[in-house]
Antibody, heavy 118, light 108 residues
Framework: QALLVQSGAEVKKPGASVKVSCKAS????????ISWIRQAPGQGLEWMAW????????YYAQQFQGRVTMTTDTSTSTAYMELRGLRSDDTAIYYC???????????WGQGTLVTVSS | EIVMTQSPATLSVSPGERATLSCRAS??????LAWYQQKPGQAPRLLMY???TRATGCPARFSGSGSGTEFTLTISSLQSEDFAVYYC??????????FGQGTKVEIK
């Protein structure tokens, strides 16, 4: 079955960048896209971005445009999300999830905690 | 951007009872609505898509209904493993795939 495994927790200083990876297995990577969704401590889910693993086309939520970049490496079936200019309110668990465009999210990665602190 | 509003924020239910969760969209999302379950310390898990289609592994006690702007997730007889936070998500107007703020189902 499809499985997404994310990289480990990160601690960053304000202004730094973080790059989180999401390795897919159990399905044809290029047949779907990958979305990134984050969850601040004790809060709900916030969609950030989507990338087609086939074409590389991307969509970004308006509040993250200019600060986030998504990429994929089809040779390793891995998606990456880089967030720049980190602020304390970027402290959150970042999830990747398989998704077509105009679609639901399934499955989800286990999440990567990113802590931004001076 | 479509705004998804869930109610109630918290639902207190006894095991074995029925739970009804609501999700309202600020404009029609036709039938492009999903539900997720999230337990503490875990990633969300897809329960339902296209309003009423159960995802693989979703028990039959979960059912979804609605269309347009009003949707309901019903758990017919709550089991101990069902106490969690539930999120609705629309994918009709995309991006973004907006989520509701969640309903916590807790033990009464």
């Amino acid at each position: 079955q499809a499985l997404l495994v994310q990289s480990g927790a990160e601690v960053k200083k304000p202004g730094a960048s973080v790059k989180v990876s999401c390795k897919a297995s159990g399905y044809t990577f290029t047949a779907y896209g990958i979305s990134w969704i984050r969850q601040a401590p004790g809060q709900g889910l916030e969609w950030m971005a989507w990338i087609s693993a086939y074409s590389g086309n991307t969509y970004y939520a308006q509040q993250f445009q200019g600060r986030v970049t998504m990429t994929t490496d089809t040779s390793t079936s891995t998606a990456y999300m880089e967030l720049r200019g980190l602020r304390s309110d970027d402290t959150a668990i970042y999830y990747c999830a398989r998704a077509d465009d105009l679609s639901w999210f399934d499955p989800w990665g286990q999440g990567t905690l990113v802590t931004v602190s001076s | 951007e479509i705004v998804m509003t869930q109610s109630p924020a918290t639902l207190s239910v006894s095991p074995g009872e029925r739970a009804t969760l609501s999700c309202r969209a600020s404009q029609s999302v036709t039938s492009n609505l999903a539900w997720y379950q999230q337990k503490p310390g875990q990633a969300p898990r897809l329960l339902m898509y296209d309003v009423s289609t159960r995802a693989t592994g979703c028990p039959a006690r979960f059912s979804g209904s609605g269309s347009g702007t009003e949707f309901t997730l019903t758990i017919s007889s709550l089991q101990s493993e069902d106490f969690a936070v539930y999120y609705c998500q629309q994918y009709n107007n995309w991006p973004p795939g907006t989520f509701g703020q969640g309903t916590k189902v807790e033990i009464k």
